[in-house]
C-alpha cells in the first residue's frame, strides 16, 4: 500500500498569505495520479488538483498544484476566508487508493 | 445539478449487516467509476472501495476486503455497499464518490462527493 505523509500537520497564516503544502508519497505515483481536495467543516470534500497540477472545474487560479515521482506541492498564492480548511491529497494510481493525512490551514 | 445521494446508514450491532445505497442524479451514471469512502468522527478520508462503470475493475481497502461488497445498478442510477461482519472501528460517515472517468476504478480523482450516510457499529 502507498502511504502519503502531509506536511505540516497544521498552519496557521492570515488572510493574503501564501500556503505551501507537501505531500510526500512512499513510493512513485505513477502517471502523476495525485488529487488535492479541501474539506470544510460538515461540508464534502472538494476536487482542487488532479493530475498533479490540472485545476478542476470552477477552481480559482489562486490555487495551483506542482510535483512528480514521490513528492508533490499545494500552493494557494493569496489565502482568502473561504479558504481555511483541512487539505488532503490523494493518490489513485495503485490499489488501494490512499489518502493522506491532511493539513489544516487555520487563521493566525 | 449533478447529485449524489446516500441512504441506509443507521445504529447496528457489531458482527450484524448493513447495505448502503447512493442515487445518482443530472449525469450518465454508467460513463463513470464510482467509489465509496468512509470518514471516522474527528479523522481524516479513507478509500473503501471503487468499481469501473461495468463493473468489470473493483477494489477493496485491505480492512473491509472480504467483509464488504460494492455493486451498482446503471439502470436505476445507483451504487451500493454491502457490509457484512461489521466492525465497531467500521464506525464513519460513508460517502460516494464519482470518478472523473471510466475506465478502470483507478485513474481518476474524484470530482463528485455525496454528503454520507453515518454508520455506527455498537452494542
Known amino acids: 500500500e502507498m502511504m502519503l505523509t502531509q506536511s505540516p500537520g497544521t498552519m496557521s497564516l492570515s488572510p493574503g498569505e501564501r500556503a505551501t503544502l507537501s505531500c510526500r508519497a512512499s513510493q512513485s505515483v505513477s502517471s502523476t495520479y495525485l488529487a488535492w481536495y479541501q474539506q470544510k467543516p460538515g461540508q464534502a470534500p472538494r476536487l482542487l488538483i488532479y493530475?498533479?497540477?490540472s485545476r478542476a472545474t470552477g477552481i480559482p487560479d489562486r490555487f495551483s498544484g506542482s510535483g512528480s515521482g514521490t513528492d508533490f506541492t499545494l500552493t494557494i498564492s493569496r489565502l482568502e476566508p473561504e479558504d481555511f480548511a483541512v487539505y488532503y491529497c490523494?493518490?489513485?494510481?495503485?490499489?488501494?487508493?490512499?489518502f493522506g493525512p491532511g493539513t489544516k490551514v487555520d487563521i493566525k | 445539478e449533478v447529485q449524489l445521494v446516500e441512504s441506509g446508514g443507521g445504529l447496528v450491532q457489531p458482527g450484524r449487516s448493513l447495505r448502503l445505497s447512493c442515487a445518482a442524479s443530472?449525469?450518465?451514471?454508467?460513463?463513470?467509476?464510482m467509489h465509496w469512502v468512509r470518514q471516522a468522527p474527528g479523522k481524516g478520508l479513507e478509500w473503501v472501495s471503487g468499481l469501473s462503470w461495468n463493473s468489470g475493475s473493483i477494489g477493496y481497502a485491505d480492512s473491509v476486503k472480504g467483509r464488504f461488497t460494492i455493486s451498482r445498478d446503471n439502470a436505476k442510477n445507483s451504487l451500493y455497499l454491502q457490509m457484512n461482519s461489521l466492525r465497531a472501528e467500521d464506525t464513519a460517515l460513508y460517502s460516494c464518490?464519482?470518478?472523473?472517468?471510466?475506465?478502470?476504478?483507478?485513474?481518476?480523482?474524484?470530482?463528485?462527493w455525496g454528503q454520507g450516510t453515518m454508520v455506527t457499529v455498537s452494542s
Open positions: 464518490a464519482k470518478g472523473r472517468g471510466s475506465g478502470t476504478y483507478g485513474g481518476h480523482a474524484f470530482d463528485i
Open positions: 493530475g498533479a497540477s
Open positions: 443530472a449525469f450518465t451514471f454508467d460513463d463513470y467509476a
Open positions: 490523494q493518490q489513485y494510481g495503485s490499489s488501494p487508493l490512499t
